[in-house]
Protein backbone atom coordinates (compact mmCIF):
# COMPACT_ATOMS: atom_id res chain seq x y z
CA UNK A 1 0.00 0.00 0.00
CA UNK A 2 1.54 3.45 -0.87
CA UNK A 3 0.54 5.92 1.44
CA UNK A 4 2.69 9.67 1.47
CA UNK A 5 2.41 11.50 4.55
CA UNK A 6 1.04 15.57 4.43
CA UNK A 7 0.85 17.50 7.50
CA UNK A 8 0.53 15.03 9.54
CA UNK A 9 -1.98 12.77 7.06
CA UNK A 10 -1.79 9.97 5.53
CA UNK A 11 -3.04 10.03 1.94
CA UNK A 12 -3.89 6.62 -0.44
CA UNK A 13 -4.23 6.66 -3.49
CA UNK A 14 -6.83 5.36 -5.33
CA UNK A 15 -5.63 1.84 -6.61
CA UNK A 16 -5.24 1.53 -2.82
CA UNK A 17 -8.53 2.20 -2.19
CA UNK A 18 -10.35 0.00 -4.91
CA UNK A 19 -8.18 -3.15 -3.19
CA UNK A 20 -9.37 -2.22 0.07
CA UNK A 21 -12.93 -2.70 -1.15
CA UNK A 22 -12.48 -5.66 -2.95
CA UNK A 23 -11.17 -7.22 -0.22
CA UNK A 24 -14.03 -6.30 1.89
CA UNK A 25 -16.13 -7.21 -0.69
CA UNK A 26 -14.59 -10.95 -0.65
CA UNK A 27 -14.43 -10.95 3.27
CA UNK A 28 -18.62 -9.98 3.31
CA UNK A 29 -18.78 -13.11 1.06
CA UNK A 30 -18.17 -15.40 4.20
CA UNK A 31 -18.51 -14.17 6.67
CA UNK A 32 -21.06 -15.79 9.04
CA UNK A 33 -24.62 -13.89 8.80
CA UNK A 34 -27.73 -14.29 10.86
CA UNK A 35 -30.27 -15.17 8.64
CA UNK A 36 -33.27 -15.67 10.79
CA UNK A 37 -33.95 -15.52 14.96
CA UNK A 38 -36.88 -16.11 16.90
CA UNK A 39 -37.43 -16.26 21.06
CA UNK A 40 -38.25 -20.42 21.48
CA UNK A 41 -40.63 -19.52 24.80
CA UNK A 42 -41.03 -23.35 25.25
CA UNK A 43 -37.03 -23.70 25.88
CA UNK A 44 -36.44 -20.34 26.98
CA UNK A 45 -34.32 -19.83 24.63
CA UNK A 46 -32.83 -17.39 21.27
CA UNK A 47 -32.79 -19.73 18.45
CA UNK A 48 -30.58 -18.56 15.33
CA UNK A 49 -30.29 -19.37 11.98
CA UNK A 50 -27.04 -19.02 10.49
CA UNK A 51 -25.57 -18.49 6.96
CA UNK A 52 -23.44 -21.40 7.94
CA UNK A 53 -26.66 -23.87 8.41
CA UNK A 54 -25.95 -24.29 11.34
CA UNK A 55 -28.50 -23.06 14.33
CA UNK A 56 -27.59 -21.48 17.67
CA UNK A 57 -30.03 -22.44 20.38
CA UNK A 58 -28.69 -20.02 23.60
CA UNK A 59 -30.53 -20.15 26.75
CA UNK A 60 -32.10 -16.83 27.66
CA UNK A 61 -30.43 -16.41 30.85
CA UNK A 62 -27.39 -16.54 29.44
CA UNK A 63 -27.95 -13.68 26.89
CA UNK A 64 -27.04 -10.37 29.40
CA UNK A 65 -29.00 -7.98 27.73
CA UNK A 66 -32.16 -10.23 27.01
CA UNK A 67 -31.75 -12.15 30.35
CA UNK A 68 -33.96 -9.91 33.11
CA UNK A 69 -36.70 -9.05 30.44
CA UNK A 70 -40.29 -10.28 30.35
CA UNK A 71 -40.59 -13.42 27.95
CA UNK A 72 -43.63 -11.21 26.38
CA UNK A 73 -40.76 -8.99 25.79
CA UNK A 74 -38.77 -10.88 23.25
CA UNK A 75 -41.08 -12.21 20.77
CA UNK A 76 -40.39 -8.79 18.85
CA UNK A 77 -36.66 -9.89 18.68
CA UNK A 78 -35.43 -8.69 15.11
CA UNK A 79 -31.77 -9.21 13.02
CA UNK A 80 -29.76 -5.96 12.59
CA UNK A 81 -28.81 -4.87 9.33
CA UNK A 82 -25.26 -6.54 8.55
CA UNK A 83 -27.10 -10.13 10.01
CA UNK A 84 -23.99 -9.66 12.75
CA UNK A 85 -26.26 -8.92 15.85
CA UNK A 86 -30.07 -8.97 17.19
CA UNK A 87 -31.96 -6.53 18.70
CA UNK A 88 -35.60 -6.29 20.81
CA UNK A 89 -37.57 -2.69 20.91
CA UNK A 90 -39.34 -3.78 23.88
CA UNK A 91 -36.44 -4.82 26.08
CA UNK A 92 -34.25 -1.97 24.44
CA UNK A 93 -31.20 -4.09 24.31
CA UNK A 94 -29.50 -6.51 22.02
CA UNK A 95 -26.56 -9.03 21.19
CA UNK A 96 -23.67 -9.08 18.71
CA UNK A 97 -23.43 -12.62 17.15
CA UNK A 98 -20.00 -13.16 18.62
CA UNK A 99 -21.58 -13.26 22.37
CA UNK A 100 -24.22 -15.96 21.20
CA UNK A 101 -21.07 -17.95 19.73
CA UNK A 102 -19.01 -17.75 23.07
Not at 2 to 29: C, F, I, Q, Y
Not at 78 to 102: K, M, R, T, Y
Given at each position: ?42 GDAVVVDL ?36 WSDAVDDG ?8
Amino acid sequence: MTTMKSKGRVLTNPADMHRAARAAEEREKTATKIRAARYDSTGDAVVVDLSTGATLIVPRRLIAGFSNAPLHALSDIQINPGGESLWSDAVDDGVLLEQLLE
